[in-house]
């Protein structure tokens, strides 16, 4: 066989195809890190609006923390040291509404809210006694309630402390709640007895960056909140045992007791290193569905799949229709898909990422489609290729959209594709086949 022939048989041509499309994974890796670079530069703008405003944020309820002097033997002699004891609630209840909102850095967009919450409960005598010892002496007249909010610059106002007809005022605290920061108030208390009750009511205000998370400090926890944001996420630990959730937002209600928790009711501090307190969390988070980024990323992934399919299509073209298109021809077309994922990421930071979808798709379908025209000289057959990049690119836009059904729909999508090309091909006498030239029939 000569070297022509060589050049123009259809073996030659098939691995000169699927050479140029793994050549196009060099450009599509340069786009995928560029969607990674500009997501990074979305989550700087978020930590840029959650350091004024107020980060994701966690909320306890009060508790209770109270000096013991105790005595203790080194080197055979009797010490006096001062340790600190908390103490959670017998029950705690938390509610209230989340006015969320999106704040605007630059181009991004991230959801904030201000929650207005109430919070009541009581502690009882006999967990206040349950931190008696021989050799402990509770300084009750010492003891102070700290209310964990992980981020206090959000604190937007907490109003006092009613306990009987004694007011507390909170204000800011050095030691904090097993590691969560604290607003606390010296609270000055009898010696307790097993009648004793300590009821609490406060309201506190507090604004947020993305997610509010609850802790369930106390015997039995019960909380619930609402919003007016249509797309909640419930994570934590623990989810609701009911929730509502609709266009016009959602509410929620959760219920936790000490069974279920891994916390404690009392605690020295000092030895709660391994007290995950943050961890026993639950709450919701104002979720974005199919961000941007991550919708221009998913799209990313199909990328070479879909450049190998409009290059399968070129080349039925070229051996069903007499075509003859060079290897370069094919280098541009698949340069031109590349730069349908730049214009959609250029262009969805700006207008969504529908729209930007349907212009980008629009524009490279249309260059692609003309490009064939120019080099078929046939209007019809540049127009029916450039229709089914369009087609490609709505199967494309469905597998984005379909987070839980993308699997199935692109294995159902490659099975029609490739029973099109199998039929379309059937009939096709690949050893006496040369690129451009007729096809043989049986």
């Not at 000569?2 to 050549?23: E, P, Q, Y």
């Not at 997501?39 to 000096?67: F, H, K, M």
């Not at 919450?117 to 931190?131: H, K, M, P, S």
Request: contains cysteine; glycine residues 8%; proline residues 5%.
């Amino acid at each position: 066989m000569s070297v022509t022939n060589t050049f123009n048989s259809a073996t030659f041509k098939v691995l000169a195809i699927g050479f140029l499309a793994l050549l196009m994974l060099i450009p599509l890796a340069h786009v995928n890190s560029l969607v990674y670079e500009r997501s990074q530069r979305a989550d700087l703008a978020t930590a840029a609006i959650a350091s004024r405003w107020g980060g994701e944020q966690v909320l306890g309820g009060p508790v209770l923390v109270v000096p013991v002097r105790q005595r203790v033997l080194r080197d055979n002699k009797v010490e006096t040291i001062l340790v600190y004891e908390a103490i959670l609630p017998d029950r705690l209840m938390i509610g209230g509404p989340l006015f969320p909102e999106l704040r605007r850095y630059g181009i991004y967009d991230t959801p904030v809210f201000t929650a207005s919450l109430r919070l009541e409960g009581q502690f009882v005598g006999a967990d206040l006694l349950a931190i008696a010892c021989s050799d402990c002496v509770p300084l009750w007249e010492h003891a102070e309630l700290r209310l964990p909010v992980s981020d206090v610059r959000g604190i937007r106002e907490i109003t006092d402390l009613r306990i009987g007809d004694k007011v507390y005022r909170f204000g800011p605290d050095s030691g904090g709640v097993a590691g969560i920061a604290a607003v606390s108030t010296p609270l000055a208390l009898a010696t307790p007895d097993d009648s004793m009750t300590l009821p609490f009511a406060l309201q506190v205000t507090v604004a947020g960056t993305r997610s509010l998370s609850l802790l369930p400090t106390a015997r039995q926890t019960t909380a619930n909140l609402a919003a007016t944001w249509p797309d909640p996420g419930f994570d934590g630990a623990f989810l609701p045992i009911s929730r509502k959730v609709g266009e016009q937002g959602f509410s929620a209600q959760w219920k936790v007791l000490d069974f279920n928790r891994r916390i404690p009711q009392h605690w020295r501090e000092g030895n709660d290193e391994s007290l995950q307190l943050a961890a026993s969390g639950f709450g919701v988070s104002l979720l974005q569905p199919a961000a941007t980024y991550q919708q221009n990323s998913r799209a990313g992934k199909y990328g070479l799949l879909f450049i190998g399919l409009t290059f399968v299509a070129f080349f039925l073209f070229e051996v069903l229709r007499r075509w003859r298109v060079h290897p370069v021809q094919y280098l541009l077309v698949g340069f031109a898909l590349c730069l349908f994922y730049v214009v959609l990421l250029a262009l969805s930071e700006q207008i969504g990422f529908a729209i930007a979808y349907a212009c980008a798709a629009a524009v490279v379908a249309a260059m692609v489609g003309g490009y064939a025209i120019a080099i078929t000289r046939s209007r019809r057959a540049g127009g029916s290729l450039g229709a089914a990049l369009a087609v490609v690119y709505g199967l494309l836009y469905a597998l984005i959209v379909s987070e839980d059904y993308a699997l199935l729909t692109g294995s159902i999508g490659s099975v029609v594709v490739l029973g099109l090309v199998m039929y379309l091909t059937r009939r096709i006498d690949w050893y006496n086949l040369q690129a451009g030239s007729a096809p043989a029939t049986q």
